[in-house]
């Protein structure tokens, strides 16, 4: 009487087995889309009147715990489907290029998380379905760094040109190895220098490692994954449906359905330097429609706890370039490449001249936003050979004051990736943001260090938990992290 | 006219013979005396009844020395010499009765003795009485219909034939035969002492409760259909000891939760299994239970049992323990309520009953909120329309003073305190039932039909539930042999606007719950601007303005639901019968939900659809074996299969953007998904019982029962598993006092097994997700799946003592119990780093027990006044004994806002509110964080418990003459609730104890982090924040959830049918009805502590639902 149960109870809407390729775009999606985009206030981008929106930009301490988000969205999303991949291809020699391409992917995703919360399980994490571990440890930073590191090499050495690639179902590079190859050296150059503070000799190590490998300098290279206008959100530039869907949709600039503006410090400092990029980032809305004239660009301050009544007077993101939902998101820019090698240049790790990567670096952030989004984002040669006539790196300047205007400039180049201008900031200092003192603020009015692990780690994986928080520090937002010791 | 077959009719002849023998009391001069003056004399001397076909006596005379009466110092040895050569003979009955029956021919003595057997209060058919030829072994017992017929053997034939009747819960009736051609028409006297009283079983099977080893108990409908609920298990709440039922603050056609000593499982269906004439029924709520932290549609769509017309219902019987529901396999581990529904009987011409019911129900306002600072913050009250939209939650203004201020609306309104906004925005509910029914039959065949129609309109004035019912059931006899049952059901429920709970987004209870204080909330009204858009009336989009909600977001529903019954029994040989039937629920449901364009929040609206057909099919053939023997001894033995299929076939068709504004259609979305999940279950059982019982002295019952679970391991499907009951009639055995009716003691053991409940839990699979570009897959679900999964088991242990005393007057039922489920099916939710969110697991224990009292009480009965008293008392202890290895907790839910959970914590009881507190030092003093002048929270602690252990429920009827006045107070006690409307209220600035610091600033003291003493000023410009922060403190806002309610209470009168000679109306009956009058001790200020919007197992929190109502009304009864 039982013959047919097997039957019945297989789910007639799913599938026994896995699809590799598939599963791959899901994970490049998910990593992509995996942000905690509360930084964009924390950064001082943007703000919000309202506790919960501007939080980042606040640090309320009621609404701590969204900074949980990406530990909390990572390992069963992205981090799992990797793992599903990896399992699924990795014992064959023919698909080599697939599983090296996994494995960038898990060191870019890996490091997106550490970046934010410090020691995170990693080696023995998203082994609760293969190994029933529903606990997995949590590992130190630096060693995280050291396996994320050594991924990034083998993984770079391994394509092999004769065999097969995901093609298509790569959404970043189509099966591309020699790109793949790049942006494994290029995460390597990024990772690499984010030891500058706590070990400077690992971290040129692998800096000439990344450099000698080479990394993106072409636009042709960056890694980005292009999105649609409309269908599934999964397909739509996470970053703009986020903004879109939580304050713009309305376009009108005064019914922001959670009080979103740019935030005062970002909108000052492009006018003032009469950044190019103001025209296309900003609009400000006149009798319903949007303007992006320079002269009425105005950010909003962070320490309203109130709708203003001359809100609608603020700037905020223009609907057709930061919030275009087809708008491409860009994991790896030639203007990074360039501000870290002229970083690199600047400590002695690399034969390039510094002033020389630094207007590249500046170049590319402009030009960046063509690739975002084609017409609309479009900044002349002319422009921005103007800015940079008056941005020259200051040769003269100290080793601070030339990293001070690096990294000012890859604050601007960020945008709105702020989770990478977070991590710079953490490590340089620069630029140099004044933290928004605010009632109720769970930081004592400073930047945050780090982000809180999620609350139901305390209950489902108490003992990893506890023994991360006794290594590391506090589960607090002033904790340094390992590579941010100072 | 046949007199001999009621006691009734003893009574009448008696009185007929004493006129007769007043007139003809003289002896003929012959020497010879009528035989009937004869007869008379000795009904006299010896002051006993005889019995006789009227008639038989006249024209017969005998010779008075046949009658020397002083002669017989026996009844018998004169009747026997009186009757002499008469033709006639006599036949004893007991000492005072006697019958004299008719010597006739061969030929006029039929082969064969029918009748039908009657209760003589209500008329009814008595199923399954036991009718024997006195002195022989033929006996047979009545079908559905109270017929029986028996062969008369032989070696009576041509004897006075006595039968004598029994069934359980009646007296036993001694019926003499004088006539074979007329079908016998037996009433049957109920039990004056309530002696015994028979009770459905597991699969219909009526049973004398004292040969019972476990607990049951039996409420008769007629008690859900006066003061009703819409939702016939609500109406369990107080009335059956260990029952902890809770009607939902979900509106008009929402869910109940029914839960029978102690939740069972961590992650399963708690609720009991409802059977329906001894079928199973689907109790689901489609499209899953409302969960505790949902964003938008998160809507109890109702749940199965809801779609029973009360008027329906003959009785429900409470199965609590898990012997009695052993034979009922896994689902009925939770207990079974079995509900029996009316059927139609024999009769003249039709039946025809009618009852109707209209109340009008009316929110109850629960906000304890201070009026002594209105809207505003900073202590500044609002002058401009922005500031007052900005501040529209904010009650840190100015001292109300009645000075003008602008609103959300932009007019300029008095600053005075508005504290009847639950009355202003919450209309008057109404719900208006109204049932017929139909009953009638022949000899073959009898049935009932009943129509009914139930329309509810909520506190909020656009939902609408309305349920049209109709029911058909036909027992027909088709041959001696076989009989046939069928029932039919229909339900037509159409559900509008019902209301979001939860989170705040399209949750209407926001708006008057949450504006500040100075506000009348009918200033927002209608919610909406010229455009159709929503007007703002605070800071944050997802607060949707209620009157928006109300005229603007749409949601409706229709369930067509079928639940259909065939039977057909064989009497194959004496005493052996089978039984095959089938049964089908199934419905078809349908669900759209339109959050419109022009919310704030989502401002291009949104759709969520969901088509879901869900089937529960059983099929079970049964064969029974009754015998006795030497008299003493009574055997039955059962013995079944039952297949049973589960299928949920359902469509979730949701969106984003309508393209077209205001136009809401599925294709008119610029995202939208459609999602199928097919789900299938198979059960395969195959079971037995057997029970004993000696001389009524000792009952014993062995079941046992072999499941086969689709859902299971392939290897580990199969669980056998037995129960053992008994009982023991202490009060037959030894001779008690005689104020003892009734002492006897029972025990059981059973074991449960049960497999999983929802299916594909054994293999990881894929599924492929929607996608507007390249195809994307994931896993299906992210639950580990488990490869080994086997069944779990629940063990019973229960004993218990019955007393009555002083003929009923005064009865007492204890019970203690022990059940513990071992090897639960734990969907745990383990750390997402594991790379999936729960895991499948084999591990949980957990233990429920407990002790229940039933104290029965008349303590007057008068013929014009009587006073009836029942009072119940249930403790249930439960405790988390283990679950997954190496894990001590688990969280079962988490609140809006995440700031309390429902945990499951080994050691403590089932399902615990866990959230912070404020740190404190030895001293009990505050620690501080003097960089942010808050106190330091700690980590996630235990708050209390979300489940009440200990219930009671106490009924008083008094009846007065024609009246009848019945009231039911009912309290749960020692649980927690954790109130996110207080949260708010907090936050918001509308509770008193956000009334310190309004003036001068709030003055904090305790220490610092280091120790060290601290204090700290926090100004009032910094009191909103401050409050506002006390939210990341849990333990503010969790209370004791105890209550006691004046739960019912009902006042009818009898109209007097005699005097309406114009209309043949058997009875009437008019009430006046009331629930849930009265709160007479609750420890919860702002709130109800019976406040859940979810029948899951996440059970613990207030979150902004309806507000519980007063109900009032009218109920009409009439049977013609």
Redesign the interface.
Known sequence: ??K???E????????????PA??F??AL?DGAKNNLNLLLGTMQYTTS????AGFGSKY???QS?QSSGVF?AA???E???L??VINAVGQNPDQVNLLASARIWRAYCYSRITDLYGD??YSE?????TE?????AYDAQKNIYADMLKELDEAAKSFNPAKTNFG??D?IYAGNNDKWKKFAYSLMLRLGMRMTKVDPVLAETWVKKAIAGGVITDDADIAKINY?N??????KNPIALKLY?DDY??ADGN?N???GKYQEPFITYLKNNKDPRLAILSVVYVNGAPDTSSAIQKGMPATL???P?NFVTYSEPNQKTVLLLSGAKLLFTTAESNFLLAEASLRGWYTGDASTLYEAGIKSAMKQWAIIAPGDGAISDLQINTYIKYHKLNAAGTFDQKMAQIYTEFWLAAFPDAQEAFASYRRTGYPALVPVVY???????KIFRRMLY???????????YNAAVARQGADDFMTRIWWDKL | MLCSCSIFCYAQLMANNLVHANKTKQVAADGKMQLKTAIELIKKKFDIKIAYREGILENKSINLSQNELAGFLDPGLALRQTLNGTQLAFNKINDAQFIIVELGSDQQRADVIKGTVFGANDNLPLIGATVYIKGTKTGASTDAQGQFSLTVPSEVKGQPIVLSVASVGFEPLEVAVADFKTPLTIKLQESSSKLSDVVVTALGIKRDTKALGYSVTEVKGSEFTQARENNIANALTGKVAGVNATGLSTGPGGSSRVIIRGNGSFNGNNQPLYVVNGMPIDNSVPGGAATTNTLGNNVDRGDGIGSINPDDIESITVLKGGTAAALYGSRASNGVILITTKKGRKQKGIGVEYNSTYTIEQAINDNDYQYEYGQGLNGVKPMTKNDAIATGRLSFGAKIDGSDYVAADGLTHPYTAQKDNIKNFYSTGTNFTNTVAFSGGTDGIVYRLSIADLDSKGIISTTRFKRQTANLNINAKITDKIRVEGLAQYNLERGFNRTLAGDALGNPNWTPYEVANTVDVRWLAPGYDAAGNQTPWNDAGIATNGYFVINKYQQDDTKNRFIGQGSITYDIVKNFSLKGVISRDFYNYNYTSILPTGDIYIPNGQYTGLKSDVSETNALLTGNYKTRIADKVGISVLGGVNSRRFENKQLNMDGLTFTIPYFYSYKNLATSSTIPTHQRIRTNSIFGSADIDYNNLLFLTYTARNDWFSTLSPQNNSILYQSVGGSFVLSQAVKLPEAFDILRVRASWAEVGGGAADPYRINLSYSNVPSSGLPLQNVTSNDITNQNLKPYTSTTYEGGVELKMFKGRLGLDLTAYSRKTTNDILNAAISSTSGYNNAVLNVGELSNKGIEALLTGTPISKSKFSWNISYNLAYNKSKVIQLVEGTNSFQVASSVGNWGYINQTVGSAYGTIVGTRMLRNAEGQIVYNSATNRPVATGLQELGDGVPPLTMGLNQDFRIGAFNISFLVDGKFGNKVFSIKEVYATRLGLMKSTLEGRENGLTLSGVDQAGNPYSATIPVSGLRAYYNDLRNYSELFVHDGSFIKLRQAIISYNIPVENLKAVKIQSASISFVARNILTLYKKTDTFDPESSYTNGNAQGFESIGLPRTRTFGLNLMVKF
Not at chain 1, 125 to 129: S, T
């Open positions: 009487c039982t047919d149960f097997q019945i109870n297989t789910d007639p809407e799913a599938s026994a087995t896995v699809q598939f599963v775009t899901k999606y009147f309202n506790d919960v309320v301490s009621s715990q909390g390992y069963y999303q981090i799992n489907e793992a599903l995170i399980p994490a998203v082994k609760g379905y029933a571990n529903y606990k997995p298509a179902a959404l649609l409309a269908g599934q959100d999964i397909n869907n949709i309305k019914s359905t959670e009080g706890s109130a709708k009544t009632v109720g603020n769970a930081t004592g009015g999620p609350l139901t780690e305390q209950n489902l994986n108490k003992a990893s």
